[in-house]
Every structure is written in C-alpha cells, then in structure tokens.
C-alpha cells in the first residue's frame, strides 16, 4: 500500500516555473514506477512524465519535453516534477501517481495508487 501527497502547485507567470514534490508511504518505494499525469477542465488524464524505480529511465508527453524534469529520492520516498518555461496550456490539476511495475506506461490504468492533485495555474 503506498499514500502519495502532493505538493508545490500555485500560480505563476508565463515563462516561470514551479517544482511539484509528491511524498510516499509505504516501504517498497524503491519498487515503484511513479509518473505525474495532469487533467484539465473538460479535459482527459493526460500522462506527463514518468521514471523507473531505479530513476535510470524517464519518459515524458512531447509538449513538455526539453521544458519538465522528473527526479526522485529513493532514500527520502519522494518524486519530483520540475517545471520551467510553463506555459498557460500547462495549466491543470497534476496527480502523482505509483505503479507496481519496473515499466512507465502512459496509461493511467498502469497505476495502481494516486494522490489527491495539486492545481498549477499559468497565466499568460
């Protein structure tokens, strides 16, 4: 069983950026793929990013590429998703979410735990 929490979201210009922080429960952290999706108003869960357990392979949607990073703390349960030259279109709820899997898949049903969101609002 793993509990995530998110943290880090707010408002901020365009242009700026924002690292989003997600905490973990549970003693098998190091065992789980994580990845942040994000949904917007009206909108599908869109994947944005996604790292294996051992933190060696990313993965990210072609909209964010060269713009986010995804990182994680093995020793201290917690995954990143840094944020630079944000756009109004990055503007959604971001969730963090675990998976029992050495793979990242885009798929939300991949993901076996979720945490609550945290809302990234950019404006232009």
């Known amino acids: 069983q793993v509990h995530l929490v998110e943290s880090g979201g707010g408002l901020v210009q365009a242009g700026g950026s924002l690292r989003l922080s997600c905490a973990a429960s549970g003693r098998t952290f190091n065992m789980y793929t994580m990845a942040w999706f994000r949904q917007a108003p009206g909108k599908e869960r869109e994947f944005v990013a996604g790292i294996t357990p051992s933190g060696l392979l990313t993965l990210y949607v072609d909209s964010v590429k060269g713009r986010f990073t995804v990182s994680r703390d093995n020793a201290d349960k917690t995954v990143h998703l840094h944020m630079n030259s944000l756009k109004p279109e990055d503007t959604a709820n971001y969730y963090c979410?675990?998976?029992?899997?050495?793979?990242?898949?885009?798929?939300?049903?991949?993901?076996?735990?979720w945490g609550q969101g945290t809302q990234v609002t950019v404006s232009s």
């Open positions: 979410a675990a998976a029992e899997s050495t793979s990242v898949r885009r798929v939300p049903d991949h993901y076996d735990y």
